[in-house]
Nanobody, 122 residues
């Protein structure tokens, strides 16, 4: 599986962005997917994840109620809709995929995208 993330940019606090991650490969529909972020000087952290059936989702406490993860199997794409952005959301965002949701949640996915920069100004 190869992952290509996009959709980052520079926005003001309170605005929205939607990140996309397109996956190649036949295993997309059976893969759990996740979004991670890494801010300068900080460790990478999980933001959100979704199981291959879409019935299981996970959100970090810091983004609950503001971010939504969803997948479109027809487009082999997972999205992260980010609303009410805050300056502390500034980071490079990465998408990840793995057959096991547990591995995505643990940050040890087999497949990673290249990252897209999100910058939120005050």
């Amino acid at each position: 599986v190869q992952l290509q993330a996009s959709g980052g940019g520079l926005v003001q606090a309170g605005e929205s962005l939607k990140l996309s991650c397109v996956a190649s490969g036949r295993t997309f529909n059976r893969s759990a997917l996740g979004w991670f972020r890494q801010a300068p000087g900080k460790e990478r952290e999980i933001v959100s994840a979704i199981g291959w059936r879409s019935s299981s989702t996970y959100y970090a406490d810091s983004v609950k109620g503001r971010f939504t993860i969803f997948r479109d199997s027809a487009k082999n794409t997972v999205y992260l809709q980010m609303n009410s952005l805050k300056t502390e959301d500034t980071a490079v965002y990465y998408c990840a995929a793995d057959p096991l949701l547990a591995r995505v949640l643990d940050g040890i996915s087999n497949y990673w995208g290249q990252g897209t920069q999100v910058t939120v100004s005050s």
